[in-house]
């Protein structure tokens, strides 16, 4: 038997849902940046919205929650990029 999506341990983990929207780097960081990339996120998990500013710079990809925040992923993905745990 299969478990049911988001089933880990017998008990359903909640589905995060993500809508993405890319925003222009120069227009919201500055002339000076070296953001080349730029995501709103916001993600929905049981009716709960939160919103995040994904940055790819010199640095890499990371939230403004830090590298490990879960809205880094589906921003990676949606540009292209493949999205893979650190």
């Known amino acids: ?3 049911p999506r988001g089933a880990r341990g017998g008990r359903l983990e909640p589905i995060a849902r993500y809508a993405i929207k890319a925003l222009d780097p120069l227009r919201k960081c500055g ?3 070296s953001v080349q990339f730029l995501y709103r996120v916001d993600e929905s998990v ?8 994904v940055f790819f710079d010199r640095h890499g990809w990371y939230c403004e929650h830090g590298r490990t925040c879960p809205a880094v992923a589906p921003a990676r993905k949606y540009n292209g990029h493949i999205a893979r745990a650190s």
Do not use: F, S
């Open 46 to 53: 049981e009716g709960r919205t939160t919103a995040h500013l």
């Open 31 to 33: 002339a000076g940046t």
């Open 1 to 3: 038997m299969v478990p």
